[in-house]
């Protein structure tokens, strides 16, 4: 069946975009005839819109592909910029400044 009911709980399967609307819980006692006897919930909103699918196999395997390359790249890219960060300036090794701030080599 289309709707089931789990203990509170209304179960909508499958779920498709004309099931979009307003639900709500209503209780009525048998016993009485009386207005009081009656109850409606708020209401609650369902909102089905179209999900993202790729039923085609040569599509998944290209989202897969482009995913795997785009870690390996960002993985990349991280490693340069460590490395570039960690690794001493080498335009100032084996030079010093003299006291009137010109450079000199050391020996």
Do not use: M, W
């Not at 490395?83 to 006291?99: A, E, L, Y």
Request: glycine fraction near 6%.
């Amino acid at each position: 069946p289309k709707y089931t009911l789990a203990e509170s709980s209304l179960i909508i399967s499958p779920v498709l975009r004309n099931d979009s609307g307003i639900y709500y819980c209503a209780v009525a006692f048998k016993e009485s005839s009386s207005y009081a006897s009656r109850g409606t919930g708020d209401g609650t909103v369902l909102v089905v819109r179209d999900s993202f699918y790729i039923a085609h196999p040569k599509g998944k395997a290209l989202l897969c592909t482009i995913l795997v390359l785009l870690a390996l790249y960002s993985v990349a890219i991280s490693i340069l910029l460590i490395r570039k960060k960690v690794s001493p300036i080498s335009s100032t090794q084996g030079h010093t400044r003299n006291r009137e701030g010109k450079r000199e080599t050391q020996k």
